[in-house]
């Protein structure tokens, strides 16, 4: 990604550039700049696990943070993109990555619109609710599952206080941007009759947006539809 000094994204669609340096921009960041109709939409792939503090080997599709965070800065205060499109496949991955990237997203000034293809599991979650509007494909589905560690036992009382307070963060971030209730969430993170050897849930798109998850079921299209909608909105 480049910014220059005014903070502003150089653009993608800059008739000085080719195709070739326009796919080595989407190589490097998972990331590009689109003009439609006089509106500039910058779109944000997550995918794979989410890189946290750790960095992962590099067999992994990974989402780094310290790339999201500046990018978003720039997004929201470069003054030639009007939205943000977020597109999730995501497995999960470091939690407070994942939720300080949502946070960041939620709190934009810019309309903002997610849409989860193949999957938003875990923190995938939070990260897919924390748009203006979310959208979500009929064969994507969601993982909903408890904060967890790794090994069979917590060895210490601070770390099951640690992983129930991140949880309860979780849950109050998700409860507060989308429409399901408390209740409604807890009951699909405890369920034990769906996964083998986890408890919690998997959902498709139709059950994500039935219980109130996610907005609407629908595509590329309908999510670019909505983000130009609210864009016209936001310029009055």
């Given at each position: 990604m480049n910014i220059d000094s005014k903070n502003d994204i150089k653009t993608d669609f800059d008739n000085s550039k080719g195709t070739g340096e326009m796919l080595d921009n989407i190589e490097k960041s998972g990331s590009v700049t689109t003009r439609s109709d006089g509106i500039n939409i910058h779109c944000l792939t997550i995918i794979g696990q989410i890189e946290g503090h750790y960095v992962l080997d590099n067999t992994q599709k990974a989402t780094k943070y310290e790339h999201i965070i500046p990018l978003l800065t720039a997004v929201e205060e470069g003054e030639q993109i009007d939205g943000l499109l977020v597109v999730l496949n995501t497995q999960g991955g470091d939690v407070e990555a994942g939720l300080a990237?949502?946070?960041?997203?939620?709190?934009?000034?810019?309309?903002?619109?997610s849409l989860v293809l193949g999957g938003g599991h875990s923190i995938g979650v939070p990260l897919a609710v924390s748009a203006k509007k979310s959208f979500i494909v009929p064969s994507a589905t969601m993982t909903i599952h408890p904060v967890r560690t790794t090994g069979l036992v917590?060895?210490?009382?601070?770390?099951?206080?640690?992983?129930?307070?991140?949880?309860?963060?979780?849950?109050?971030?998700?409860?507060?941007?989308?429409?399901?209730?408390?209740?409604?969430?807890?009951?699909?993170?405890?369920?034990?009759?769906?996964?083998?050897?986890?408890?919690?849930?998997?959902?498709?798109?139709?059950?994500?947006?039935e219980c109130g998850l996610i907005d609407k079921v629908g595509g590329l299209g309908d999510a670019l539809d909505a983000l130009h909608e609210m864009i016209k909105e936001y310029k009055k």
């Open positions: 990237i949502s946070e960041l997203i939620a709190t934009m000034r810019k309309p903002t619109v917590i060895g210490v009382e601070q770390s099951f206080e640690y992983l129930f307070r991140m949880q309860e963060r979780i849950c109050s971030f998700v409860t507060a941007h989308s429409k399901i209730t408390k209740e409604k969430l807890a009951e699909y993170m405890s369920r034990t009759d769906e996964m083998a050897t986890d408890i919690g849930s998997i959902i498709d798109g139709y059950a994500a947006v």
